[in-house]
């Protein structure tokens, strides 16, 4: 097990993330959120996440289908890590299975280097959110 500290700019948010194995990927999402955004996301399960503060101190934002929470930080605006949100019904008939857990936008975690990271690409924006 690897444990990564993390937090937004100012420090506001604070976080432990522990993987199983080395972080071998960053996800870049297509959706227009997420482009604009520009995040690099790793998938962690939901008891890999330590939060060093409570979530209701956190900014929410919800959109589209209201399935994903982002959570920021109400001080410097980023957002550290997010609740992804649940497949379309055509995602769904595609085989895509429904995650619970935590996207971790690895841009957050203390000295930790994406470069060297293969990208895996999510086609977010050809989504159709039908629910």
Not at 14 to 22: K, S
Not at 85 to 90: K, M, S
């Amino acid at each position: 097990m690897t444990r990564h500290a993390g937090s937004c700019h100012c420090g506001y948010v604070r976080f432990e993330v522990e993987v199983e194995a080395e972080i071998d990927h960053k996800r870049i999402c297509d959706c227009s959120i997420c482009h604009k955004r520009g995040a690099l996301i790793y998938r962690v399960p939901e008891a890999a996440l330590t939060l060093h503060r409570s979530l209701s101190d956190l900014t929410l934002y919800e959109w589209g289908s209201r399935t994903a929470k982002d959570c920021f930080c109400p001080h410097c605006g980023i957002l550290p890590f997010r609740r992804p949100g649940a497949p379309t019904a055509a995602e769904r008939a595609q085989g895509v299975m429904p995650f619970d857990g935590w996207a971790i936008n690895l841009r957050c975690l203390d000295g930790f280097d994406t470069d060297p990271l293969p990208v895996r690409h999510i086609r977010g924006r050809a989504s159709v959110h039908d629910d």
